[in-house]
């Protein structure tokens, strides 16, 4: 019943978009949301249709709810007022998606039993393995079902902020390859490389894939295989990545963080490892982690020179190449590890710019900026070509 469930509001997601595209392309006026959920109750009385209502209505209007923000998300990005990277518009959903979904609202009346099941309308009792307590009633549940063909119930629930003790401490992190994270205060984050690790593994779940022909049975089994590593993949990397977020917020009361170009350094020849160290969710996690327990979060701007500048005195020394990991200053002779030193340079920018918010002076170079520094050295080069696969 959810393999029907998910079927059906692919459906209605992808008549609302073609209904959309041929008014368009017609030159009639923009079809509207009341015109859309209006024609989903006339078309439900069809007979070639009929089968839409063997599933909950609810679920059918999730699905133009989604298309319904999928527009608006476009149009505003088209406009220019939505931040981040331009939006596409809305495409058609295929029944061949990795990724399936459906969401049920708090006035379909979902429930969970006491013997902790999930009840939807019209599937029944789902058996659940929760993963953690709900701390409050939820207003929705969306249901997915992965490549892996593994199903989650993703709740979503209000909670109140979980302010922690202050403390004086802070720190400054420069994100890496060879360590994951280097601290300000001296101590390095080995990085996991969790894909690299289980890339025997994935390499012999490909080659099975290879061998099999395109969309048989054996092909699919093959398929989820490939599938199941590239997962084990994702939650490991993502359970470590939780931990770590988790004890330096716990540990520091501000926490100030270099803003990389995440996007541009995946388009170089170190993308394979820079999508395995996962920097855009580990600092997604601290931001939020940060806000949710009043700790003060900040990003330095891209082209401070935090390798160059000497934390001791002050004094830039100039572009290294990637090669040189210690450097002694000219200046007043101190001798400094690369990493170490910019993690340091780090915390005195994002303590500069937390000073300049409260009122204090600070000069033009050291104002946020959303970017990271960029160097004009070679960068040494990898044996292993891009990564394909989305776990990475």
């Given amino acids: 019943m959810l393999a029907r469930t998910f079927g059906c509001a692919r459906v209605v997601f992808n008549d609302g978009l073609r209904a959309r595209q041929e008014a368009r392309k017609t030159g009639q006026p923009y079809v509207t949301d009341a015109q859309l959920s209006a024609a989903l109750t006339a078309v439900k009385q069809q007979p070639e249709r009929a089968w839409l209502g063997e599933v909950s209505a609810a679920v059918l209007q999730q699905a133009l709810a989604d298309l319904n923000a999928a527009y608006r998300a476009f149009f505003a990005s088209v ?24 969401r049920f609202t708090r006035n379909t009346r979902f429930a969970i ?30 249901v997915i079902r992965d490549a892996s063909g593994r199903y989650f119930a993703s709740f979503v629930v209000e909670v109140a902020d979980d302010p922690l003790p202050s403390i004086e401490s802070d720190v400054g992190i420069d994100l890496g390859l060879t360590h994951f ?8 984050v080995a990085s996991p490389r969790f894909l690299r690790r289980a890339e025997r593994k994935l390499r012999t779940a490909q080659k099975a894939l290879s061998r099999k022909d395109q969309d048989s049975r054996n092909w699919e089994k093959a398929r989820v295989k490939v599938a199941r590593v590239h997962a084990r993949v994702v939650d490991a ?17 501000a926490v100030y963080v270099e803003d990389l170009c995440i996007r541009g350094l995946a388009r170089t020849h170190l993308a394979k490892s820079v999508h395995d160290a996962g920097w855009g969710m580990f600092v997604a996690m601290l931001e939020y982690k940060a806000a949710r327990h009043h700790r003060t979060f900040a990003k330095i701007g891209r082209f ?3 390798s160059q500048v000497c934390s001791a005195c002050g004094v830039k020394d100039g572009p290294k190449p990637l ?9 007043c002779g101190t001798v400094h590890d690369r ?54």
């Avoid at 406009?79 to 459906?102: L, T, W």
């Avoid at 019209?122 to 929705?140: C, F, M, Q, T, Y």
């Avoid at 990397?237 to 009361?253: V, Y």
């Fill in 237 to 253: 990397r993502r359970d470590w990545l939780h931990k770590e977020s988790t004890r330096i917020i716990r540990e520091n009361q």
């Fill in 304 to 306: 401070e020179p935090t």
């Fill in 181 to 188: 994270a280097v601290l300000s205060d001296g101590r390095k």
């Fill in 323 to 331: 090669s040189v990991r210690k450097w002694t200053c000219g200046s």
């Fill in 113 to 142: 039993t006491e013997a902790g099941k999930l009840r939807l309308p019209k599937i029944g009792e789902v058996e659940v393995r929760w993963s953690r307590h709900l701390p409050a009633d939820p207003s929705s549940v969306t």
């Fill in 339 to 392: 990493d170490i030193n910019a993690a340091r340079n780090i915390v005195t920018l994002g303590r500069r710019a937390t000073l300049n918010a409260c009122g204090d002076g600070i000069r033009p170079g050291l104002l946020w900026r959303l970017s990271v520094k960029q160097e004009p050295t070679e960068v040494p080069r990898e044996r292993h070509g891009r990564n394909p696969q989305p776990s990475g």
């Fill in 79 to 102: 406009a220019g007022k939505r931040k981040g990277r331009q939006v596409g518009p809305p495409r058609f959903r295929s029944r061949k998606d990795r990724r399936q979904s459906i």
